[in-house]
């Protein structure tokens, strides 16, 4: 799986049938890029697995040791600003978190091209910031 997501050989439902199949949210694997589950089924936008990881005492800022991107970085590069990156934020994720490009999950929302569908998640980041 790991594999397959760092080459972007993995899709949503891959993903998801692999959790349905798999049923073990272990919040210690990594490979050895750091790579962990948590960080893949945030990538492809499974939420409800995203949830029972949360459930399972993940820490929601987790750091990919090989980008330096924390799990609300993966869900917002690959467009899944909406449900997941909500879930995320409302279980403490911090979205003042820099990646080793330097880039906060704000500078990922500004690079978007449907910046204008993002308008409440703004709205949430910028409430995440002041409380």
Not at 10 to 31: A, C, G, M, P, W
Request: net charge negative; charged share 25%; glycine share 6%.
């Amino acid at each position: 799986m790991h594999y397959a997501a760092k080459n972007r050989r993995l899709r949503s439902i891959d993903t998801q049938k692999f959790f349905e199949i798999y049923d073990r949210f272990d919040v210690n694997y990594t490979d050895e890029s750091g790579l962990s589950h948590f960080h893949v089924t945030c990538k492809f936008g499974c939420c409800d697995v995203v949830v029972k990881f949360l459930e399972a005492g993940q820490d929601p800022n987790c750091i990919w040791q090989e980008t330096g991107d924390s799990p609300l970085h993966l869900a917002l590069e690959m467009g899944q600003w909406d449900d997941v990156s909500e879930v995320l934020l409302r279980h403490g994720a911090d979205a003042n978190l820099t990646n080793k490009e330097g880039s906060t999950p704000l500078h990922v929302i500004c690079r978007m091209d449907e910046f204008d569908e993002t308008e409440e998640l703004v709205d949430l980041f910028l409430r995440s910031l002041t409380s």
